[in-house]
């Protein structure tokens, strides 16, 4: 992972506003248990492009998995309204079946 993980920061660093080279960044140290830094680089992409519907996915279950469940209902609330307004139903269904999954 270490020089995949360098490339993506040096990625990522030369071209700030490129909301991809956050989205790979993120899902690279998310795979490598680096989830702190991981979560704020998918924040990055989604203050980037709050219509990166993917994002919500992801970011929701990187909450998760840091135990951080009310924050990730939220990220899964947003992503609904994303997807609903983006008219993207295959998103929309995998984020309400993982916000349904964490309902009280």
Do not use: I, K, N, W
Request: charged fraction near 25%.
């Amino acid at each position: 992972m270490g020089d995949r993980l360098e490339t993506l920061r040096s990625l990522a660093a030369a071209h700030p506003r490129d909301v991809f080279a956050h989205y790979a960044l993120a899902m690279e140290l998310a795979g490598g248990g680096q989830l702190e830094e991981a979560l704020a680089e998918f924040r990055q992409v989604l203050s980037l492009d709050p219509d990166y519907s993917v994002a919500y996915f992801q970011t929701g279950q990187l909450l998760e998995r840091l135990g951080r469940a009310e924050e990730a209902r939220q990220v899964y609330r947003q992503g609904v309204e994303v997807t609903s307004r983006l008219r993207q139903r295959h998103a929309q269904d995998q984020l309400e079946d993982a916000l349904a999954r964490l309902v009280p």
